[in-house]
């Protein structure tokens, strides 16, 4: 039975094994979906001023600070969203390839930074569940 995450604006199902973590830090304004293999899936409603370009690039320096080498590759939007940007990164973490893929689009009329990442056979593993959360949040403008 899969489980159901309605917060700040998103509504979507998610596989039951995964873990919800809403940071109550941020105000409430994210929720972070851990994958028992180690991924996760992190929805931010974003409220700042920064472009879409900021964010992505302030994403990419900081895990080019912790992990040196990192191959950037942006993506078309369309195939998850019709405007936005979508960008990923692919780095090595202790011999293993990390795609860490991060969105930033609207939705519902709000901004949101969506970031996917897991190790790259996990990441293929899950991708299908990946684009069925992303479906959901695309929904959620209509």
């Known amino acids: 039975m899969p489980a159901t995450f309605d917060d700040f604006g998103v509504r979507f199902l998610y596989p039951d094994n995964w873990q919800a973590v809403v940071d109550e830090v941020d105000g409430g ?3 972070t ?22 964010i992505v690039d302030q994403i990419r320096d900081a895990i080019i600070v912790d992990y040196n080498e990192v191959e950037t590759e ?4 369309e195939p998850f969203f019709d405007a936005g940007l979508a960008l990923d990164l692919k780095f090595y973490y202790l011999d293993l390839l990390i795609i860490s893929r991060t969105i930033v689009t609207r939705i519902a009329g709000q901004r949101f930074v ?4 897991a190790e790259s056979r ?21």
């Open 29 to 31: 304004n994210s929720v």
């Open 33 to 54: 979906l851990q994958l028992p293999s180690g991924g996760f899936c992190s929805i931010l409603r974003d409220q700042t001023q920064d472009s879409n370009e900021q």
């Open 74 to 77: 942006l993506l078309k939007i």
């Open 122 to 142: 996990d990441f293929d593993a899950n991708e299908p569940v990946f684009a069925a959360i992303l479906k959901q949040l695309r929904e959620c403008d209509l």
């Open 114 to 117: 969506i970031q996917l990442q």
